[in-house]
């Protein structure tokens, strides 16, 4: 089903896409190819935030619920060097250039396609948009799975380039205002430290006797207030994980008191936040989300990898390759 979901300050139109079936409600709009609703019909919670008009979504920049590109998470000082030449990104993110730049695929308007199960967004990004090379055709497609939500990413280039999407979903497994009771599980034995910037350094750390030990289920206000530097620096958990294993597998768990959600990706790692950044704006139901109150389990390369000659998993796209991934988010009733 189709709705309109509010206009741009240019007088473009939003459309809504709503599927569902007999366990889950899936809502995504045309901009930014973004999941807006995410409902478990067993218990009527909806587990991600957002807002009820794309209005909402004009007036934060915490990409609630949004498709991040070309590049997620940070690039320093934006620039990279690719096949011996020097690119240079728009800076909008303490001196680094962060999820895309600074009309990155968050703000884009989306060519949206319903089918019965699914909506598959396609956007072109032009060579040189954002400083990035190459024309990249993308499609992205949410899909319904019995029990939780696919987004499958396809993309080729006519250049080599670089493309490392994420989804930037915020969580709440209770539509409460605090998601530091939620307990997570993490399957990964090390994180990757960050500067005071918030930038991904080429050095992963073995999670044991820190506050970034997630092996076994924990509460996230457990350790988030400890005296670490690196919780510090951002003002909670912001950082990368190198998880377990290879392919589309388990990532993280997390549970509240009705729900359990279930982040499943094969992409390298997963980048844990606890929401630190939230500006108390108000969503659906009238809910408000300050600091905190939700946590993201955003699947990626690791952040900078680009410019990390010892790091093997770049998110390089070859002229004429085709770059496929896969997330899923699965909810489970307790």
């Avoid at 989804?167 to 530091?180: G, I, K, V, W």
């Avoid at 990706?265 to 109150?293: I, Q």
Wanted: charged content about 25%; proline content about 3%.
């Amino acid at each position: 089903m189709q709705t309109t979901f509010g206009k741009l300050n240019d007088g473009r139109e939003v459309t809504l896409y709503t599927i569902e079936n007999d366990h889950i409600v899936m809502k995504v709009m045309n901009y930014g190819a973004t999941l807006v609703s995410f409902i478990n019909k067993d218990t009527g919670i909806d587990v991600v935030e957002g807002f009820e008009s794309v209005t909402g979504y004009l007036n934060q920049t915490s990409y609630i619920g949004a498709s991040i590109g070309r590049t997620a998470n940070r690039i320093e000082k934006g620039k990279f060097t690719l096949n011996g030449k020097e690119y240079t990104l728009p800076l909008n993110n303490n001196g680094n250039c962060n999820h895309g730049g600074l009309e990155g695929f968050d703000k884009k308007i989306w060519n949206g396609v319903e089918e019965e199960d699914r909506v598959t967004f396609r956007y072109t990004s032009a060579d040189g948009e954002e400083g990035y090379p190459g024309n990249l055709f993308v499609k992205v497609t949410y899909a319904l799975l019995e029990d939780g939500i696919s987004i499958k990413t396809e993309a080729r280039s006519d250049a080599d380039t670089l493309f490392a999407y994420t989804n930037h979903s915020y969580f709440n497994l209770d539509e409460s205002e605090d998601a530091m009771n939620h307990e997570v599980k993490i399957h990964a034995d090390q994180y990757g430290l960050s500067d005071a910037n918030g930038l991904t350094l080429n050095k992963l750390v073995p999670v044991e006797n820190t506050p970034f030990d997630f092996r076994d289920f924990k509460k996230l206000s457990k350790d988030i207030n400890d005296e670490n530097e690196q919780l510090k620096f951002g003002k909670g958990y912001d950082h990368h994980y190198a998880i377990l294993g290879e392919g589309l597998r388990e990532m993280a768990i997390a549970r509240s008191e009705k729900l359990e959600l279930h982040a499943y990706s094969d992409y390298p790692g997963m980048h844990l936040y606890s929401a630190n950044w939230l500006e108390n704006k108000t969503g659906k139901k009238g809910h408000l989300y300050p600091e905190r109150s939700a946590v993201c389990f955003e699947a990626e390369y690791m952040p900078n990898a680009i410019n990390y000659p010892d790091v093997e998993q770049k998110p390089v796209l070859r002229a004429g390759d085709i770059q496929k991934h896969e997330i899923q988010y699965r909810l489970k009733v307790k």
